[in-house]
């Protein structure tokens, strides 16, 4: 086998290699911090330390790059409240604001509209002196890099939320009320988006405009998201036509049930089945069956037959037809039986008819 013989050329390359990558970044010096990255140009945020008792130098590093991290955000907090802006665009703002999320309050309680602020373009590097074991996190963003990320998200934003609208105005013309009441919720997170990228670009640049804020634009999709939670306000209407009988007696107690239990989905009820997004037709009645003596105590039988048809109103198709049965018991008499047949039979429905208008 070869030796192999190293020059002193190479020894001394070799070690002026290692001894340049052990070599901190100018950002370690709070010196070249300020010429390199000045507080004109550049939001910044720095931090440094050594790993805890028992903590992994990669979590370590990864604690001490959240710091930074925080610190410029800190920072971008902090120029925002001390930034004079342009009266009548921080009106506009605050206007809009107002307005369209205080419709939306009333239109859902369960949807999590807060963001928390992201920097678009923040850089964030890492350093480990191998000597100290000190760990060194730099966070940085050039105003002018920020200010065309802003923007670029403003449009990315406003285009997802007019893509969702129009999923919704697709699910509203198919009658799928409530599909699109869920869809519309979804669109809540974009517009909090777009409204915190709105407030950081007019207070990041000095030069921002309502073109450049996308105004109009936002306006006209609140506009017409509000326009959907006006007809979104009642979810989807139902005719329930139920005719439910126990030997010739009327028994209104399931369509009153089938009505509470579709409440919960926020529908409205009509009689009109001309002006209804679903049209549910019941038909019920109960039948004797057999009578059991056991010893002087006698258990009557019965049971109930209901044929079940569900019509979607938008596209005139029946979406659903079957038919149930079901057995009931009772010592008093077949009335009380069929009551009890009726009491099982009862959710069966509300679930058939729940799961066709849920679709």
């Known amino acids: 086998m070869k030796k192999i013989i190293l020059t002193p050329l190479v020894c001394w390359a070799m070690t002026a290699v290692s001894a340049f990558a052990q070599m ?26 050594a790993p805890m008792t028992g903590e992994r130098q990669e979590v370590a590093t990864q604690r001490l790059k959240d710091a930074a991290r925080v610190e410029a955000v800190s920072t971008i907090r902090v120029h925002i409240t001390n930034q004079s802006t342009n009266d009548l665009i921080s009106q506009q703002l605050s206007n809009m604001e107002g307005e369209f999320w205080n419709v939306m309050n009333t239109f859902t309680s369960s949807t999590t509209t807060t963001v928390d602020m992201k920097i678009p373009g923040l850089q964030i590097e890492a350093w480990h002196d191998p000597q100290t074991g000190t760990i060194y996190a730099f966070a940085y963003v050039k105003k002018s890099t920020l200010i065309r990320q802003l923007e670029k998200q403003i449009t990315v934003a406003l285009t997802k939320v007019e893509m969702s609208l129009d999923q919704v105005d697709q699910l509203i013309a198919t009658g799928q009320k409530l599909q699109a009441r869920s869809a519309a919720e979804k669109a809540l997170p974009l517009f909090a988006e777009v409204d915190e990228a709105q407030k950081l670009l007019a207070a990041v640049d000095a030069d921002a405009t309502e073109e450049t804020l996308m105004l109009n634009e936002t306006r006209q999709l ?39 239990h579709l409440s919960k989905l ?5 009689s009109d089945p001309s002006v209804a997004d679903w049209v549910v037709t019941i038909q019920a009645s109960a039948r004797e069956y057999s009578t059991v003596l056991t010893g002087n105590i006698a258990t009557y039988f019965v049971y109930v ?6 019509t979607k109103t938008a596209t005139g198709q029946l979406v659903y037809e079957n038919m149930f049965t079901e057995k009931g018991g009772h010592t ?3 009335h009380q039986a069929a009551r009890e047949a ?18």
């Not at 901190?24 to 330390?49: C, H, I, K, N, V």
């Not at 037959?305 to 569900?310: E, G, V, W, Y």
């Open 24 to 49: 901190p970044p100018t950002w370690t010096d709070y010196d070249m911090r300020q010429l390199e990255y000045p507080d004109s140009e550049y939001f910044t945020g720095y931090a440094e330390g």
């Open 222 to 260: 609140q506009q017409r998201l509000m326009a959907m939670v006006a007809h979104l306000k009642n979810a989807l209407t139902i005719c329930i036509q139920c005719d439910a009988s126990i030997f010739g007696s009327n028994y209104p107690t399931l369509s009153s049930t089938l009505q509470g």
């Open 266 to 270: 926020g529908c409205n009820f009509v």
């Open 305 to 310: 037959d209901a044929t079940i048809s569900i």
């Open 332 to 334: 008093h008499n077949y």
């Open 342 to 359: 009726y009491r099982y039979l009862t959710p069966k429905i509300c679930k058939a008819v729940e799961e066709q208008v849920k679709q």
